[in-house]
């Protein structure tokens, strides 16, 4: 072509997808909902990794966060409560050319769907799970969840919650085969961007952790984050989240950590002095089930019909 | 138990007078002619002599027996008695192998051209305690020289490795005056005095009650070869009815590799040896000898011997089903067992979910997803999959859901039969969940009502069950090898555009039904969700959505009922009594209604492989008949219990689903006793019925 180098190659794309290619229906979430950032996160990373809709499947279960799917123009499942994460390994589990995402809650995931939270963190299917933290039961009208604060009053313990909050860094991190867990909060645009998108790079299940706030029943847990930056610490290092500077001012107080160190992960977590945001861990190596499921999908019908008969075959007089 | 191999080695020695004697027992059938042993003095009072010269009497000794043999089955060759079927049960405690023996037996006849239907009895324990009337583990073994359906009626020869396990057999009215039992006699020596007594005790019992007894001392033959013949009696008793029934030994002796086949050469070696023990000792001892001539039946040209969980596992390949979720559950596993081995020869995965929930969740993804799946389960696992079935019939998402079924409610009977989830599987699901619910009847319907399924779960957009049961999951039996084409297998996923304008649920209006888009086809992007929702998946909470998408639901169900043909009745389509059933009770109720209509009764039976939709024109069939009750294995109470009248009675799950279909007095016969119901038991119903005063005409009740 005029004036270009003849060894230049020029990537045509046939489609280019922009944010709208990935904005479903209008989101119904309250105002001041921290879900709406963790939405835009979303449609950002797939629309910079250019993710076609079509090969793309949002999986949730039941409470505000699983209403994701419906604001994305992608494939959706919208399940039951508590199941989204069989449902999402199974989707992965034959199908590795879809790019699957699942939205899920503290409820949703800690609560009545733990079983399947601990294992699909052991089985490592190749998905990016979104975790909305936000410390109360919404959709049914401020419940107490596993994380809800202690002494936070509620609509089941009106006098203020009974235990102490589930920690679900130190469970997660204590789950074998995990592989990336990162934990961040809804309001920090830059580092919600910056970690999702790894999450979702990442070969595995990318468990991210969203402290998300929930202004109409428990305001004061995101208030309190906000007004006390103290009271989190950034977690940084080459091979984690490398903030720059305007992150770090966010968050005054930063330590380097790396992801590598599974010990020194569980430390952090284990501390409930301060909230740790960013990489936990990371382990692209750690064997992945979807690897293992999808044998034998590149079987013909000739091939499959042949092995049938090796299998009367075992059973013939 | 010690003393067989003695340290100073006097192995056919004994001294008389300071001279030492040499002797060999003569087997039982040849005492007649040779005596009780063949004997005779070595001439020393060496014994380090009389070692050395033994062998050569030894020798001399063999040859005698063995032409005494000859002349003897010369003789007693047309003394083999041919029988047109026979029944053998084997029974003792758990871990003794008296299943892999009856099993082994079961699949030597299969592939010998005979008749055949194994059933297990399986104690709920891995390990019950020894000897406990309870703890009886063993197998049935029903052969014939035609096409055998059922378990049969009382058993002919028993083996028993001890007496205490008969006694839960004889309650279950397995045996008769005239039944062979061919009993372990080590407990009649046994240290423990009140082993001892109870041994003796258990005899009188027996013989009170006409079971002929054979005290046989298989420990102790065994103890020739093995140390510990808790493995390995049970090959012993293989070889010995292998002799009885004259079965192919190189079929007997192949099985035992190929049961070994994962263990060392030796294993192998070892049972070869204790089964021709065995069949020598059978020879030798046993005036038993049967010929069952093989069948002639075409079905078995050319078959696979299979059992009920086997056959699933196939269906489920021949299906071209490519993922297979399941959670462990009695007795639904031993498919997923299986399928673990040979599933990947047709390409597919079996997984082993966190749970049950987990199991069907997994399925149902990989279903929304384009593939073909199936989950496996029982009672327990159906009740803990409730929700997610709703899912699958409200979102349209096709799926096959084997139901093996099980004693109920809660834990129940694991290994134990029952038909007790039909109505669980039509009317389980919250809100209104129109289910597709079919049953199959044999070995050969379990494998192909799993193609049949999917064929309906794809068509119709839904989720079927397939109920089966305990009884046709443990059931061995010959079927015809099945003739599977390519156009089994479903096409690779579709991946073409799917056109914009066409919503996801496109309903027919008048059908329900629609196509749906999968993952992967540009264009057809929609958000499936298990809310109220209409023809474009979006959430609707409206009045005039939800009555719409019900109604589209349910009109499925009549679309597919649109496409079934009546039932064919067994028997004359008129008579005095009609028997309607469903699942593994069709082969003893057949057999049944063959032996009354051969005695004259007017006995018809009808039996119903739809639950879910029914099949039509049961209504005019139950018109030609002048009583119809259901014959079930599920819990109803009987008229005449205390406080059970016409409004308090609690009818059988099939009847009360017939009485509410088609508004007529249907009666039922049901009872829950954890084993299959045998024709005779079915013979009795009959008549009682019959005997029932005014027990013709129609007794509609419009």
């Known amino acids: 072509m005029f004036g270009l180098k003849g060894d230049w190659s020029l990537e045509v794309k046939d489609r280019y997808f922009t944010l709208d290619d990935y904005c479903g229906a209008e989101p119904r979430w309250c105002t001041g909902c921290g ?282 007089i | 138990m010690s003393g067989t191999r003695t340290s100073g080695d006097t192995k056919y020695l004994f001294k008389r007078d300071k001279t030492w004697w040499v002797k060999l027992a003569v087997p039982r059938k040849l005492r007649d002619e040779l005596g009780y042993d063949l004997r005779r003095s070595l001439h020393t009072h060496d014994l380090d002599e009389a070692r050395e010269t033994r062998w050569a009497a030894i020798e001399e000794f063999r040859e005698q027996i063995e032409m005494a043999r000859a002349r003897n089955s010369e003789a007693s060759s047309t003394g083999r008695q041919i029988v047109g079927e026979h029944i053998v049960e084997i029974v003792s405690d758990s871990g003794e192998g008296a299943q892999k023996c009856g099993q082994i037996l079961g699949l030597v006849s299969g592939k010998m051209g005979n008749g055949v239907w194994t059933v297990e009895i399986i104690p709920a324990e891995i390990q019950p305690p020894a000897r406990e009337r309870q703890g009886a583990s063993g197998i049935r073994v029903r052969m014939g020289s035609k096409y055998v359906t059922n378990m049969g009626n009382q058993a002919d020869i028993v083996v028993a490795f001890n007496e205490q396990v008969l006694y839960s057999r004889i309650s279950n009215g397995a045996y008769k005056k005239g039944t062979v039992v061919l009993l372990e006699n080590m407990w009649a020596e046994d240290p423990d005095e009140t082993i001892r007594r109870q041994y003796a005790d258990a005899l009188q019992d027996f013989y009170a009650q006409g079971l002929i007894v054979h005290e046989l001392p298989i420990q102790q033959e065994c103890l020739r070869l093995v140390e510990d013949p808790r493995r390995g009696k049970n090959m012993f008793v293989l070889g010995m009815l292998c002799r009885i029934y004259h079965r192919d030994v190189d079929k007997a002796r192949d099985e035992i590799a190929k049961t070994f086949r994962k263990k060392s050469d030796e294993v192998i070696r070892i049972n070869h040896e204790l089964f ?282 009549a679309a597919l009922a649109a496409t079934l043909k009546p039932p064919e009745v067994y028997g004359d389509p008129t008579g005095d009594l009609l028997l309607v059933s469903w699942g593994s009770t069709c082969g003893a109720i057949e057999e049944a209604v063959d032996l009354a209509r051969a005695d004259g009764k007017r006995v018809s039976s009808l039996h119903l492989r739809f639950l879910s939709p029914l099949e039509p024109g049961l209504e005019a069939i139950f018109r030609g008949f002048g009583q119809i009750t259901t014959i079930e294995l599920n819990y109803s109470d009987e008229p005449d219990m205390p406080l059970i009248n016409r409004e308090t009675r609690r009818y059988a799950q099939l009847a009360q689903v017939l009485r509410a279909h088609t508004l007529m007095d249907v009666e039922c016969w049901s009872v829950v006793p954890g084993h299959p119901l045998s024709p005779r038991r079915i013979g009795k119903v009959i008549d009682a019925h019959l005997a029932k005063p005014g027990s013709a005409g129609t007794k509609g009740v419009h």
């Not at chain 1, 049914?140 to 102490?164: A, F, I, M, R």
């Not at chain 2, 049961?469 to 579709?494: K, M, Y």
């Not at chain 2, 969700?529 to 499925?556: C, W």
């Open chain 1, 35 to 316: 879900d709406h950032g963790i939405l835009a996160a979303v449609h950002r990373v797939c629309r910079d990794a250019q993710l076609k809709p079509e090969k793309t499947v949002a999986v949730s279960g039941i409470g505000c966060s699983s209403r994701l799917p419906h604001y994305m123009k992608t494939y959706g499942f919208h399940g039951l409560h508590g199941r989204a994460l069989p449902v999402a390994c199974g989707i992965k589990s034959r199908r590795p050319d879809l790019d699957v995402w699942v939205a899920t809650g503290d409820g949703d995931c800690f609560s009545i769907g733990a079983a399947h939270w601990i294992h699909a963190m052991r089985y490592n299917v190749d998905l990016t799970m979104l975790v909305f933290d936000n410390g109360i039961y919404g959709l049914t009208k401020k419940q107490t969840s596993p994380t809800t604060p202690v002494d936070v009053p509620t609509n089941t313990h009106p006098s203020g919650t009974l235990l102490p909050p589930l920690n679900p860094l130190t469970v997660t991190l204590g789950i074998t085969n995990v592989s990336f867990v990162a934990q961040i909060v809804d309001w920090n645009a830059k580092l919600r961007h910056q970690v999702i998108e790894m999450a979702h790079r990442h070969k595995g299940t990318g468990f991210v952790r969203i402290i998300q706030r929930c202004p109409v029943y428990v305001e004061s847990i995101g208030r309190t984050l906000q007004e006390e930056p103290a009271r989190m610490q950034l977690l940084t290092h080459g091979y984690g989240v490398e903030a720059d500077d305007s992150v770090k001012r966010q968050f005054p107080n930063h330590a380097e950590h790396d992801p590598t160190d599974l010990a020194g992960a569980l430390g952090i977590a284990a501390d409930d002095s301060v909230l740790p945001l960013g990489i936990l861990y990371r382990n692209p190596d750690a064997p992945r089930y979807d690897d293992i499921s999808s044998a034998g999908l590149e079987m013909s019908v000739q091939e499959k019909l042949a092995g049938l008969n090796r299998a009367f075959d075992h059973f013939a």
């Open chain 2, 276 to 557: 021709d023990a065995g069949y020598a000792f059978a020879r030798d001892e046993l005036d038993y000898e049967y010929e069952i001539p093989s069948a002639d039946d075409e079905r078995l040209a050319s078959a696979i011997v299979v059992n009920g969980n086997q056959a699933v596992g196939l269906g489920v390949m021949a299906a071209g089903i490519e993922l297979v979720a399941m959670y462990p559950i009695t007795p639904a596993t031993s498919a997923s067992h299986y399928l673990a081995d040979d599933f990947p020869l047709t390409g597919g995965f079996v997984h082993q979910a966190e749970d049950e929930i987990a199991a069907i969740g997994f399925a149902i993804g990989a279903s929304y997803a384009g593939q073909t799946a199936c989950t496996i389960t029982s009672g327990p696992g159906m009740a803990l999959k409730t929700e997610m079935i709703g899912l699958a019939v409200m979102a349209e998402i096709p799926l096959v859901i084997v139901d093996v079924q099980r004693g109920g409610p809660s834990t129940g009977l694991p290994t134990k039969i029952e038909q007790g989830d039909l109505l669980s599987s039509v009317f389980g699901m919250p809100g209104d969940s129109p289910m597709v619910v079919i049953a199959a009847a044999t070995i050969d319907e379990c494998f192909h009502f799993v193609s049949l399924a999917r064929k309906i779960a794809e068509s119709f957009r839904t989720p079927v069950i397939l109920l089966t049961d305990a009884n046709l999951a443990t059931g061995v039996q010959p079927i015809a090898r099945p003739d599977v084409t390519e156009d089994w297998f479903p096409p690779p996923i579709d991946q073409s555009a799917w056109d914009e304008n066409v919503p996801p649920y496109d309903w027919d209006e008048e059908t329900g039904l629609s196509e749906r888009p999968i993952p992967g086809m540009p264009g057809g992007e929609y958000i499936l969700t298990g809310l109220a929702h209409n023809r474009f998946s979006r959430i609707a909470y409206d009045s005039e959505s939800n009555q719409e998408g019900a109604i589209m639901r349910s009109r499925k169900l």
